[in-house]
């Protein structure tokens, strides 16, 4: 290619036509994201600049993130940080990729978070869930809990960058491991329970090819023929740590939405239950409250 024809919107073409050939999902937008990234421009700013030339650096910059595309690595990841309800969120491959459907279960929690509620966060991996209540409501004290250290460094890095260090406590362990090796195992502490849990059977031939091969295993697989496992930990705790008349807000997904209904449905303490649909349709949002205790 002639060095006159290395300009963005020469480059951005190219781009997205190798993308498309190697069966990239929205190749368009992906070589925006990554030439963006490379030149330090938004969107608008890489068209209002159509003309610029790039020099060879900036061409092997791009290069070397197009293969790493190509191969299907997402794209946050490429460029180690991802919006989610317009916070920006460093990720890498220690946590999942914040989507779209997870941020309506924030404004499930919002809704029933009462004033100045404890609420926890379990396996918050960026912290996209937690970082995102402790920003939009200052009054909540918010526990954010994962069993990986380096989920947690992350977490703990994007709370920092987005100033709600001080009002978020970060636990290390298994679901409510960690809360019950520090003494959670008196009164009940929370007024909301809040989780993405990992639901996807590790057999299960509906997975992205790429999300299997890079996304984390840990955040993704429940029990090998058990969707719900996951699920049933969450709800085993709940009558240590979710207070009479808390709510508890869970996503989950295509495989393990029904079984995961059943595990709240018997569960003893929680009333209630309805499992809520997202824009598109799926049954995504499992909501729950923990029964009030009648007098005796």
């Known amino acids: 290619m002639p060095a006159a024809e290395h300009t963005v919107i020469s480059v951005l073409r190219g781009a997205a036509d190798w993308l498309s050939r190697r069966g990239v999902d929205a190749p368009q937008r992906s070589a925006e994201l990554l030439l963006g990234h490379v030149l ?3 969107r608008l700013q890489l068209y ?3 003309d610029r030339p790039l020099d060879e650096v900036e061409r092997g910059a791009m290069r070397a993130l197009l293969v790493r595309r190509g191969d299907g690595e997402p794209v946050a990841y490429l460029l180690g940080s991802w919006s989610f309800r317009g916070h920006e969120l460093a990720v890498d491959r220690a946590v999942l990729v914040p989507r779209p459907e997870t941020e309506a279960l924030v404004d499930i ?3 029933l978070a009462p004033v100045g509620a404890r609420v926890v966060d379990l396996g918050t991996g960026s912290g996209a869930i937690a970082l995102a209540l402790a920003i939009e409501r200052p ?3 918010v526990t954010a809990v994962d069993v990986s250290e380096n989920a947690l460094a992350v977490a703990r890095r994007n709370a920092a960058a987005l100033g709600v260090e001080a009002r978020v406590t970060f636990a290390r362990g298994s ?5 019950d090796a520090s003494g959670g195992a ?4 929370f007024d909301l329970v809040v989780s993405n849990p990992p639901y996807v059977d590790p057999d299960s031939p509906e997975l992205a090819a790429d999300v299997r091969a890079f996304e984390p295993p840990l955040a993704l697989f429940a029990e090998r023929g058990d969707p719900a496992s996951c699920y049933r930990a969450i709800v085993a705790g709940l009558p240590r740590h979710l207070r009479p008349g808390g709510a508890v807000v869970l996503e989950t997904g295509v495989g393990a939405s029904a079984p995961a209904l059943g595990v709240l449905q018997q569960s003893e303490v929680l009333t209630a239950v309805e499992l809520r649909r997202d824009v598109a349709g799926i ?3 499992l ?3 923990r029964a009030v205790e009648a007098p005796g």
């Open 40 to 42: 330090g421009l938004d």
């Open 48 to 50: 209002l600049a159509h």
């Open 109 to 111: 929690a919002l809704e």
């Open 139 to 141: 009054d909540l004290a």
């Open 175 to 179: 679901w409510w491991e960690a809360l």
């Open 186 to 189: 008196g009164e009940p502490g």
């Open 283 to 285: 049954d995504r949002y």
């Open 287 to 289: 909501v729950a409250r």
